[in-house]
């Protein structure tokens, strides 16, 4: 039995997207092995007109139609009726191009959280009054506008789910190396064979040199932060040798 159990409802009006992309590969296997739960719940359930209508003209006119805060409320009160009787709430993510970005860092923080929700809007926008009772957070996951929140919080489950121990299954992988610990992309990486269509594998990494190989590794990723993401070299911890390295390689 894992160590511990998390949690995530997303509200949506197309839960088939959600399901069909989380409960697959790595995220599948999370919930087989009982480390993450993910409910989705449809909107459209919790409507109490006969037509399951969740949208409607916008007071004041304009184009576009707004999600009402009626089915939205119901479908919140429906799942957390009983933490809110205890005078608690969820942390609630609504997805808007409207909210602070999206970054590994927040990544990281709401990866300590147990229990998460989030909210995916559509059409136009979503009733205001609702958003003021019920979100907690406002995450954009860049500055693009999508259609709907769907797609952006399954960007979000996926980058939060992997960080919590035991998702990726190999424990150091996950603790180290990728792009964006300690704000460097990762170096290169090659596999078998040794020589592909005439390009080499580079020398270093069949030497077994341990020591060169870092050294080799941790010079390789901060050439290509230079190069591909010199903005992330402003909050990175480098050394006089490695700023100087960088220096050469910004355009
Ligand atoms: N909904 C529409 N566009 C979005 C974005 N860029 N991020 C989060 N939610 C969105």
Known sequence: MADRSVHYTVMTLFPEMIEAGLHTSILGKAEENGILRIDTVNIRDYTENKHKRVDDYPYGGGAGMVMQAEPIWHTYEA???????????????????????????????????????????????????????????????????????????????????????????????????????????????????????????????????????EEWRREQSVIRTAKMRPDLLEKAELSEKERNLAKKYLQ
Not at 109 to 118: A, G, H, I, T
Request: proline share 5%; hydrophobic share 40%.
């Open 79 to 213: 799942c957390f009726g009983e933490m809110l009787a205890r005078g608690e709430r969820p942390r609630l993510i609504y997805l808007s191009p409207q909210g602070r970005v999206f970054d590994q860092k927040m990544a990281d923080e709401l990866s300590k959280e147990d229990e998460l929700v989030f909210l995916c809007g559509h059409y136009e926008g979503v009733d205001e009054r609702v958003l003021e009772m019920i979100v907690t957070d406002t995450v954009s996951i860049g500055d693009y506008v999508l259609t709907g929140g769907e797609l952006p919080a399954m960007v979000m489950i996926d980058a939060i789910a992997r960080l919590i121990p035991g998702v990726l299954g190999n424990e150091a992988s996950w603790a180290e190396d990728e792009s964006f610990r300690g704000d460097l992309l990762e170096y290169p990486q090659y596999s078998r064979p040794e020589e592909f269509m005439g390009r080499k594998v580079p020398e270093v990494l069949l030497s077994g040199h341990h020591a060169r190989i």
